[in-house]
């Protein structure tokens, strides 16, 4: 069965510095990996998605993160962090080709400080 | 509206009562799924459905019902609240080959 680890619920980062959001899993399959963001009090919102293509997968506000076979893990970055990306963001991990079985890590806030 | 819907966004209710969450769908996805977040914990799976009248139990189904008549709707019925489904709750739909969940706003059920 798959899982997923985010290292660090809470991280806090200076507005202008570099987001790394760490996310590992573990599948017995190829898996399909996501990153989904949730801002207070609304649903989650998916950021990027890698589904066997390129690696290094873009996303939307600037976010992108690369897949990595060998370390099973797919971390998320942003070279410049504003203050709207406050948020908190969940890793998942599907199996299937059609987006059922998803396993969401755990999540890890992220603050934004002035 | 188009999209994935919930209702009601917010609930209370006393703990031995039945409530019934519903989510409602527009694009016709065949699949559809309930969670519950909670701290610490992440999204945890309630029950899934791939279709109507075909559904199946995820992580954490106990005290938990669902139906699914019509392609597009799903509620979640918890029979008998207890303090312990104090959650926020979400409903996600996906189609096949879409490979990612499309999440509702949630609803957010506090039993006392």
Known sequence: AQSVTQLGSHVSVSEGALVLLRCNYSSSVPPYLFWYVQYPNQGLQLLLKYTSAATLVKGINGFEAEFKKSETSFHLTKPSAHMSDAAEYFCAVSEGSYGQNFVFGPGTRLSVLP | ?112
């Open chain 2, 1 to 112: 509206d188009a999209g994935i819907t919930q209702s009601p966004r917010y609930k209370i209710t006393e703990t031995g009562r039945q409530v019934t969450l519903m989510c409602h769908q527009t694009w016709s996805h065949s699949y559809m799924f309930w969670y519950r977040q909670d701290l610490g914990h992440g999204l945890r799976l309630i029950y899934y459905s791939a279709a109507a009248d075909i559904t199946d139990k995820g992580e954490v189904p106990d005290g938990y019902v669902v139906s699914r008549s019509k392609t597009e709707n799903f509620p979640l019925t918890l029979e008998s609240a207890t303090r312990s489904q104090t959650s926020v709750y979400f409903c996600a739909s996906t189609n096949r080959d879409s490979y990612e969940q499309y999440f509702g706003p949630g609803t957010r059920l506090t039993v006392t």
